[in-house]
């Protein structure tokens, strides 16, 4: 069962065309990743999910059922543009969101979840004490007070150090497991590719990669090579057969040209250095994004 389902969805600001004639189905209790570059049109989609645009054709069905100039609330939003009553004191604050949420049992959960970010030190303090990660937190815990059905989270980790971000990664689990929909928006691909049942890529307002990981590595097929070697990147100048090095130092991704035989290349290079790893495998997620959304793709469309 799909519990968000976009149809033909185009909205346009000027003569900016934001989002493209874009269909998508989101599963009832999966983890949906959004990526895409800045202004590709995420978070102008995920408004539009959320009833503050309104789409300028298409359709928007949520549990299948279109919602006009109404309050979702079994949905809980984490907005790009963060944003809190800063003179109001944490817990008073969270209180405010819960009632405005219908929020059950606020007396409990609001300990319980300052206590889980490990805020609960900080509750009779005013919001604008708190560092800009602190605030990350307690925004979040705002947004999932309620219990919503669908949670919808625009950049969760962003200003996170790995401490918190893992904390905000393991409740985002724990919530789907309780059977909640998640759906978040990212630059981190390593995070999408770890975490997202789904991944949909938006591109200049359209859409341009949707479906599993395995999916759409399946489509790029297993052009990749990763090698390490004495010589490092120097190993692989002047050889046939190499469409595009990604250079990370200790190692080297390489995509090979359409038809050249990977084992071409390690027999080149094993006349020309010791190699200490060579891995045929599928574009990471990463790379597919660098590849639809690269400066070389931008200047082949323009010719």
């Known amino acids: ?20 004639d874009l269909s998508l189905s989101v599963p009832k209790g999966s983890i949906y990743g959004f990526i895409g570059p800045n202004g590709s049109g995420k978070t102008t989609t995920i408004r539009m999910i959320m009833k503050i645009m309104y789409p300028d054709a298409g359709t928007i069905l949520i549990e299948g059922r279109e919602h006009h100039a109404q309050r979702l609330s079994n949905i ?11 003179k109001m004191k944490i817990g008073e604050l969270l209180q405010f969101h819960g009632e405005l949420n ?33 605030k990350q937190k307690l925004q979040f815990i705002a947004t999932i007070l309620h219990q919503p059905d669908i949670i919808i989270l625009d950049e969760p980790f962003s200003g996170l150090d790995p401490v918190n971000a893992d904390l905000m990664k393991d409740v985002i ?10 759906i978040f928006s990212t630059h981190d691909m390593s995070v999408a590719e770890k975490m997202c049942d789904y991944i949909f890529m938006i591109y200049r307002g359209k859409k341009v990669l949707d479906g599993t990981l395995t999916h759409i590595q ?24 190499i469409e595009k090095v990604n250079d990370f130092g200790k190692l080297q991704e390489v ?24 891995e045929i495998t599928k574009p990471s997620l990463h790379d597919i994004f660098v590849r639809i959304a690269s400066p070389e793709r931008k200047e082949v469309e323009h010719g």
Do not use: C
């Open 76 to 86: 809980g939003y984490l907005p790009e543009e963060r944003g809190m009553y800063m």
């Open 1 to 20: 069962m799909n519990i968000i389902e976009l149809s033909g969805v185009t909205k346009t600001f000027g003569s900016v065309v934001a989002v493209d």
């Open 255 to 278: 995509r090979v040209s359409s038809g050249i035989d990977p084992q071409t290349i390690l027999s080149g290079l094993l006349q020309k250095t010791r190699i200490t790893q060579f």
């Open 102 to 134: 219908n929020a059950l049992d606020l007396k409990n959960k609001i300990p319980f979840w300052l206590n889980r970010f490990d805020l609960s030190e900080y509750q009779h303090k005013k919001a604008e004490t708190l560092s800009k990660g602190m």
């Open 218 to 241: 399946d489509q790029y097929g297993s052009d990749t090579i990763r090698i390490r070697t004495d010589h490092g990147v120097s190993a692989l100048e002047h050889m046939k057969g």
């Open 173 to 182: 689990l724990e919530l789907q497991k309780e059977g909640a929909t998640i």
